[in-house]
């Protein structure tokens, strides 16, 4: 059949049509290849050499943590551990029986796994950890059949290692590790540290975590399509930490704690008259301390805790215990944080203070009558642990006289009115170092109060009938008590101030940074912050070499013949080892006494200071002078003697 003119220039034309069509297309299809293979070539070949291509990252050991002498205190191990990698398990298609298969061969429970690996702090990039220390038969079947666990990794993991027996030994000091928190990430990111890294939390790990921190490196590795190795192409070298050397003695460490806990029990065997029951002895701090540099030789703080239950990170019951009010706080450090009211071993600042600006001397007369009624107190008297009778101010300080101090409390009270003795006590105080931070390598230390007028009025706004200064805030500071609160550190400080004759210098625990092949890097050198003998110092206050004199006098008789502390030292060699210090009983509202003791030996040449605290352990003399007694003992290798304890007294 013919095909006229129209129709064939009708087909012509979508013949035309249907070429222009291929043509386009075709050009499109170019110009896309062209763009993929050429513009964006280096991204698809990137992404398509990351199909083959896995990076294994290689965690560097933290850096040991050793004692004075070099013996270990932390150290490292690899652990055989299983990993469930998130992105992996997600893609499984019967995730509960896959979980109960390894639930099975680890002896966990289906269930405790499932919560690990889709709780809310689960990252799709890490692998979350379910079990370290596993059987090494477990570990390898798993890590031999990985075609069989996909979504699980068998890897070794470095852990912190204590040494045997010792996992509670200066926990509080040494400190733990702990997965990085936001706000910690905020300030570390820049440094290199992403979500999930594990970081110092606590005590010398988290103020020495860029220096114990190593540095990660990793291997390349080409896989299959399955996800299998095939080969290694290449590896960036990992750098362990850092060392830190401590300036902690280890087997004086553990002679403390056990002085400490022994005392406690103690104490709890005593009966509070007062208030119809034993003495609670609910916590405490020891330490001891080289008054020439500041080093801390031991810190002890109890309830303690073991540190091995936060190795590969701790369980959510077990952080719990260790918050739970009823346990008191074991991961406290008190001898930093634990801040009291520091009763009768106050009594050096009251009397330094007198010595200078009252025209007191060592032999001005007292006169105690068991009560103080001077002035206002007429209607509100004030009495004594005891009866002294006529006293200088010497043995006034040797027998913790509370109506003597309370007459020159009394009197800086009355001349307020002259200029600068507002607040003269609390000047004394801060020349001292209180009311602020020592400032020792340790996270969180607490400032403790010095309180003043002005204290008091912003302390009770909405309260004014407490704003007011009265004269029994000034008469109770004088003995230690009332709204003064110190730290065992901070009164460490001061009698080490007495002890070396005026200056003192920033407590430390870091004494040495080294390579982890052993080379100094650093020496951690004293650094005074503080001299009560200044006469330069900013305060417009300082202590004559004189005045401090006497107060260092008095302290060596407390240990003696009617010294508070006596009967805690007889039989100890005092001859040959003088001890000066000072009891203190320390009455806190709603709670039995905190028993203190602050001491130096030898007292003419003072190498040691030692301060015990016991929260609700009574009496200084009888509960916390004992304590320190037998960590001098183990100072000076001298065998444990006989303790006579008067339950009573001050």
Known sequence: MAINPQQKGAMVHRFTLFVMFLGALMAVLVVRLWFLQVVQGDHYSVLAEGNRIREVSLEANRGNILDRNGEEMVINRQALSIFVIPTEFDKLEDPEGEVAHLAEMLEMDPEEIMGMVQGEEVQQHKPVLIKKDVDPAVYFYIAERQVDFPWVQADEMPVREYPEGDEKLAAHVLGYLGEITE???????????????????????????????????????????????????????????????????????????????????????????????????????????????????????????????????????????????????????????????????????????????????????????????????????????????????????????????????????????????????????????????????????????????????????????????????????????????????????VYAAIANGGPFYRPHVGKEILTWQGETVENIEPVKIGDVTDKNNNLGIYVDPGNLGIVRSALSGVTWGSGTAAGAFKGFPLQAIPVAGKTGTAEVQGKQPCAWFACYAPADNPQYVVVVMIEEGGFGGAMAAPVARRILEYLYNIEPGQVTIDATGE
């Not at 606590?202 to 860029?210: H, K, R």
């Not at 290449?234 to 022994?262: F, H, I, W």
């Not at 009763?343 to 001005?364: C, P, R």
Request: proline residues 5%; glycine residues 10%.
């Open 183 to 493: 706000e910690q990430l905020e300030d570390l990111e820049e440094k290199g540290y992403k979500a999930g890294d594990i970081v110092g939390t606590s005590g010398v790990e988290a103020f020495f975590e860029d220096t114990l921190r190593g540095v990660d490196g990793k291997e390349i590795w080409e896989v299959d399509a399955a996800g299998m190795p095939l080969r290694m192409l290449g590896e960036e070298e990992r750098n362990p930490g850092k060392t830190v050397v401590l300036t902690l003695d280890k087997n004086l460490q553990r002679a403390v704690e056990d002085a400490l806990s022994q005392g406690m029990e103690r104490a709890r065997t005593y009966y509070d008259k007062e208030r119809g029951k034993n003495y609670a002895a609910t916590a405490g701090a020891a330490l001891v301390l080289d008054p020439r540099s500041g080093e801390i030789l031991a810190m002890a703080s109890e309830p303690t805790f073991n540190l091995e239950r936060f190795v590969g990170g701790i369980d959510e019951r077990e952080w719990e215990e260790l918050n739970d009010p009823a346990k008191n706080a074991p991961l406290n450090n008190r001898a930093i944080v634990g801040q009291y009211p520091p009763g009768s071993t106050f009594k050096v600042i009251t009397a330094m203070a007198s010595l200078q600006d009252l025209g007191v001397t060592a032999y001005t007369p007292f006169y105690c009558s068991h009560v103080f009624n001077r002035g206002e107190f007429k209607d509100f008297p004030k009495t004594c642990w005891g009866t002294h009778g006529t006293i200088d101010f010497l043995n006034a300080i040797v027998q913790s006289c509370d109506v003597v101090f309370y007459d020159l409390g009394y009197s800086f009270y009355e001349n307020r009115e002259q200029e600068g003795w507002v607040t003269r006590l609390q000047d004394y105080s801060v020349l001292a170092g209180l009311g602020s931070q020592t400032g020792v390598d340790l996270p969180n230390e607490f400032e403790g109060r010095v309180p003043t007028p002005q204290w008091k009025w912003e302390f009770n706004q909405g309260n004014p009938d407490y704003q007011r200064w009265y004269p029994g805030d000034t008469v109770n500071m004088a003995v230690g008590q009332g709204d003064i609160l110190v730290t065992p550190l901070q009164l460490a400080n």
